[in-house]
């Protein structure tokens, strides 16, 4: 938040919060109990010491896990005290789920909850009153970062518009540096000189930062002015145009030293994948163990009502088209494949997907484990299994790949799953482009806590069977 974001400042942030937290306890005691810790917090019976350690260690993993410690000059609160309510989410789960090896009544889990909500409200606090004084302090030309722009004619403009928009930053203009074939400029801003004087301009001015908009055919061009800059120690910043104006985020990445500009879709945090298939495989795993009993129920019926296999296979597309075998309960008649072709005209689903009703092909037992989704756990198998994911777009068969517009091709750009934000608005009785934005909706917005909503949200769509067919 301070110029550079020193490690010191860094340093002060990170201890001042643990003061907060620490403060947390006592409070949160007082309000359920009315009077403070006492001294020893060893014999405090609802909260132990080593759930402090707790406590404090998932703090320490969870906000380096979200970044809460790095520069956000330019970011909005708000998206600073989410990360802070993400990180305190963590540390109740996890210091509730400590505390069952210390016996307690439930007023422990009482005081853990209450701690995080207390913590929550004394650092979010402290986060508005710093940003509230760091924002004072810039508007009044203290703590500034000075900043030119090499380019000139509208998107270089642009930019220092945009910056002019946002005083708390603690930007201040000094002027456009003229590229070789840069458009002339349009309005009043001062102009400092050319790329070939950059050296110059340098050792006049204070410097911090130099904003290059330049056409993407010139970056060649103004390579030794980037090299200048970084041998003098001025920060550079690259503005790639129309290249912001895809779907999907720009990210710099290096491949064996060698600097790239990558576009990603989906999600780009390799922690977030990591928690996400780490939740995968624990709860496909305990699913498969606790549904056992129910699968040879199923398995029974199934073979009772009509004969053939228990299972239906069948060849999916997944993630970036790879083909993986899907697995089902069984819920038709041998052969249904095969009659497909015949029932085509009475398709109630627009698109290259089928639905149906009233489906001929489905068995008794079939249209009971369809209405309940008990059809589809099987697929917790192919979530173990690193094909699927527990919240993810269905996965399609390949014929209906075969017929997407190229915009719709982009949901296989994600892992397919068991539930997604189609069967929880309604499936069968949503439109096909609407099942297609809402897949593409979940991938660009995706987060971890995304999924957990799903999930939440899946339980209820299940129980109503809300436009199960």
Known sequence: MLRHHSKAVETALRLLDFALLATAWPIAHLVLFGTALPPALARDPFVPVPLHVVAFVIWVASTSMFELY???RRDHVAAEISIIARSLALVALG????????RGEVSRRAMIALFAVVGLGLLSSFRLVLRGLAHAVRRRGFNTRYFAVVGQGDHAEEIVARIASHPEWGYTFLGFVRDGQAVPVSCDLPVLGDTADLNEILRQHVVDEIFFAVAHHRLTHVEPAVKLCQEMGVAVRISLGSFGDGIAPM???????????????????E????????????????????LAPVFGLVALAIRADSPGPVFFRQRRVGLNGREFTFFKFRSMR???????????????M???????????????IGRFIRKSSIDELPQFWNVLRGEMSIVGPRPPIPAEVRQYQ?????????????TCTWQVSGRNDVSFDQWMKLDLEYIDRWSFWCDIGICFRTIPAVLFARGAR
């Open 350 to 364: 627009d698109g290259p997907v089928f639905k149906m009703r009233a489906d001929p092909r489905v068995t008794r």
């Open 95 to 102: 210091t509730l789920a400590a505390s069952s090896f210390w």
């Open 406 to 418: 190229r915009w719709q091709r982009r949901r296989l750009s994600v892992k397919p799953g068991i």
């Open 70 to 72: 790095g520069a956000r």
């Open 271 to 290: 922690l977030g994948q990591a928690a996400k298939r780490l939740f995968d495989v624990i709860t496909s795993a305990t699913m498969l163990l606790l």
């Open 334 to 348: 041998i052969g249904a494949e095969d009659e497909l072709a015949k029932l085509r005209a009475m398709n109630e």
């Open 251 to 269: 990210e710099l990445v290096e491949t064996d030293g060698w600097p790239m500009l990558a576009f990603k879709t989906g999600a780009s945090s």
